[in-house]
């Protein structure tokens, strides 16, 4: 009896799992090549931002941050944090702006949720994030086709801290629930070989930051993997056309915060642009060089060099990518 039902339970997940693949190719959840782990920080910018990104320049490891855009509208420290981020070489994309369920809004109200964010974003940053992850995950084959048309990757998860789940626990308690995944599902059941993750933690709990960020650094670069942005886990450009986006800053034990480049609405025509599709185009709201094939840094490169043409920086920009 037991096996029968896992039998149907595993027919079950297979037609599940091809059902679904054919409406949402731009699902991601594990990297395209294997050894990396791309560490990435949910529901930010929060009052721990600082402090995390002190953790991570004293490990040298860049991180991908999932924001808001009610928090980066929320008060001007966290605002402050997109340029920090940036300036840390990690890479900003797009939580949505209410924490909402997409699944459960109309089509314009989705768009709405992306194109409020990517213009705050924007407005603090300079740069108008491709990678989106759906609050808890929630984006069905119909959202993720909306998403697809305004060329954002949509980024899962396939290891998850859960810390949101241990918030109430005591700090060291609720770092070791946390990292009861990490431990089984990388530490002992995988191999850098041939294996790579998308890991999930939160920015916003206190213990995240102060104990769990760094055990799970700790932990990830002992088992053998390396650390790396979504862009360079998935290989797509992280950002849209009409970015404006910092040269790479050495990696060195600097504590200087390099000045970030004055944005231009000559640059970035679809600033200030609150509703629809961000980087709409006379051909539709898709931008070629980001939804089409897999170009990674050459596309990222066109939107680079595009944005910085006019100084000796741009030479620096490009040439790092
Ligand atoms: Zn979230």
Same mark, same amino acid.
């Given at each position: 009896?037991?096996?029968?039902?896992?039998?149907?339970?595993?027919? #079950?997940?297979?037609?599940?799992?091809?059902?679904?693949?054919?409406?949402?190719?731009?699902?991601?959840?594990?990297?395209?090549?294997?050894?990396?782990?791309?560490?990435? #920080?949910?529901? !930010?910018?929060?009052?721990?931002?600082?402090?995390? +990104?002190?953790?991570?320049?004293?490990?040298?490891?860049?991180?991908?941050?999932?924001?808001?855009?009610?928090?980066?509208?929320?008060? $001007?420290?966290?605002?402050?944090?997109?340029?920090?981020?940036?300036?840390?070489?990690?890479?900003?994309?797009?939580?949505?702006?209410?924490?909402?369920? +997409?699944?459960?809004?109309?089509?314009?109200?989705?768009?709405?949720?992306?194109?409020?964010?990517?213009?705050?974003? #924007?407005?603090?940053?300079?740069?108008?994030?491709?990678?989106?992850?759906?609050?808890?995950?929630?984006?069905?084959?119909?959202?993720?086709?909306?998403?697809?048309?305004?060329?954002?990757?949509?980024?899962?998860?396939?290891?998850?801290?859960?810390?949101?789940? #241990?918030?109430?626990?005591?700090?060291?308690?609720?770092?070791?629930?946390?990292?009861?995944?990490?431990?089984?599902?990388?530490?002992?059941?995988?191999?850098? $070989?041939?294996? %790579?993750?998308?890991?999930?933690?939160?920015?916003?709990?206190?213990?995240?930051?102060?104990?769990?960020?760094?055990?799970?650094?700790?932990?990830?670069?002992?088992?053998?993997?390396?650390?790396?942005?979504?862009?360079?886990?998935?290989?797509?450009?992280?950002?849209?056309? !009409?970015?404006?986006?910092?040269?790479?800053?050495?990696?060195?034990?600097?504590?200087?915060?390099?000045?970030?480049?004055?944005?231009?609405?000559?640059?970035?025509? %679809?600033?200030?642009?609150?509703?629809?599709?961000?980087?709409?185009? %006379? %051909?539709?709201?898709?931008?070629?060089?980001?939804?089409?094939?897999?170009?990674?840094?050459?596309?990222?490169?066109?939107?680079? *060099?595009?944005?910085? *043409?006019?100084?000796? *920086?741009?030479?620096?920009?490009?040439?790092?990518?």
């Amino acid at each position: 009896m037991k096996i029968a039902t896992s039998i149907i339970a595993a027919l #079950f997940l297979a037609a599940s799992a091809t059902a679904v693949m054919p409406d949402d190719p731009l699902k991601i959840d594990t990297c395209t090549k294997p050894g990396v782990v791309a560490l990435t #920080f949910d529901d !930010g910018p929060g009052a721990y931002n600082d402090q995390l +990104l002190a953790l991570l320049a004293k490990k040298n490891v860049k991180a991908t941050f999932f924001l808001l855009g009610s928090m980066i509208a929320e008060n $001007a420290q966290q605002a402050a944090s997109l340029k920090k981020i940036l300036a840390g070489n990690h890479q900003l994309a797009s939580h949505t702006y209410s924490h909402g369920n +997409l699944d459960a809004m109309t089509e314009e109200a989705q768009r709405l949720e992306i194109s409020k964010t990517s213009d705050i974003m #924007f407005q603090h940053s300079g740069v108008r994030p491709a990678y989106m992850r759906a609050p808890e995950g929630r984006c069905g084959a119909p959202c993720t086709k909306v998403m697809e048309s305004l060329g954002l990757v949509v980024s899962h998860w396939n290891v998850d801290t859960n810390d949101w789940r #241990f918030k109430a626990l005591a700090p060291a308690a609720a770092t070791e629930k946390s990292m009861e995944e990490i431990n089984k599902v990388i530490i002992q059941d995988s191999n850098p $070989a041939t294996d %790579s993750f998308i890991l999930l933690e939160h920015e916003i709990h206190k213990f995240s930051v102060d104990l769990l960020a760094e055990r799970v650094i700790d932990a990830v670069i002992a088992k053998g993997y390396k650390f790396v942005t979504m862009e360079e886990c998935v290989g797509k450009p992280a950002y849209l056309t !009409g970015s404006v986006v910092p040269p790479v800053v050495p990696p060195t034990t600097n504590t200087t915060v390099p000045v970030v480049p004055p944005t231009s609405s000559s640059v970035a025509p %679809s600033a200030g642009v609150t509703t629809g599709a961000p980087q709409k185009t %006379s %051909s539709g709201p898709i931008v070629p060089s980001i939804t089409t094939g897999n170009k990674g840094a050459n596309s990222a490169g066109l939107v680079r *060099a595009g944005a910085w *043409a006019m100084g000796v *920086a741009a030479a620096v920009g490009f040439a790092m990518l």
